[in-house]
C-alpha cells in the first residue's frame, strides 16, 4: 500500500470534510457566538461518545496483533478516560446533567464503531479511529485559528490541538497505513468515508438539536 493512502483518503472525502470544518456549529464556537444550549448539548453526547469510545479501544486491544499496537491504544484509553474527566467537570460547573439518551445518530456513530471494532478488519478498525481523531483534530485546529486558547472552551481546545494529540492521530495513521494491504483498500474507503459522513452529521446533530421524535 502506497504511503499516500491518508492522502488518498483525505482527498476523498475533501467535500465532507470542508462541510465539517465550515460548519454552523463550529463558525458559532469560534466566534463566540454559539448558543449556551447548543454547546451543553454537545457537551452531552460527546461524552456519551467517548464512554463508547473506551469500550471501543478495549475492543481493538483484545484484537490487537502486536505489542506495539496495543500499548498506543492503551495510552489512548487513559487519555479518554481523562477526557471523561474534562466533561464531568464541565457539567458540574454548569449544573448539567450527564445522564442523557444518546440521540439516534450518536447511537448509529457509535454503534458503527462498535460493530467494526468487534466484527470489521483491524485495518477498518484503525481507519474508523484514525478518522474520528483526524476529524477532531482539524475541526478543533481550525477552532483554535480563530479563537485562540478562549477560556470558555481552553481545555476542550487545548485537548483536542495539543502536540500529544497531534502526534496519536499522527502514530494512529502511521499504524493504518503500514498495516493496510491494497487488497484492504476497498473496505478502508468505506469506512473513512462511513465516519467522515457521522463526523459531519454529530455537528449538525448538535446544532440542529435533533433528537428522538417520540
Ligand atoms: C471525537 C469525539 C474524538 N470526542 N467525538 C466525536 C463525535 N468524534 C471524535 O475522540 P476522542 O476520544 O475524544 O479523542
Redesign the pocket.
Known sequence: MPSTLLDELLAEARPIWQAMIAHPFLHELATGTLSRERFHFWVQQ?YR??QD?IRFLGLLIARAPDEELRRGLLDAVV??RN?LTIFEESARQHALSLAVEPTPICLG?TSFLLATAATGSLVEALTVLWC??K??YDAWSAVRAQLGLAPAYARWIEN?TSPQFASWVDWLGEQLAKRATTADQPSIRAAFLATARY?YL?WDMVYTGSNWPI
Open positions: 460527546d461518545f467517548v469510545g487519555a479518554f477526557e456513530y474520528a481523531e476529524a477532531y483536542w463526523e454529530f
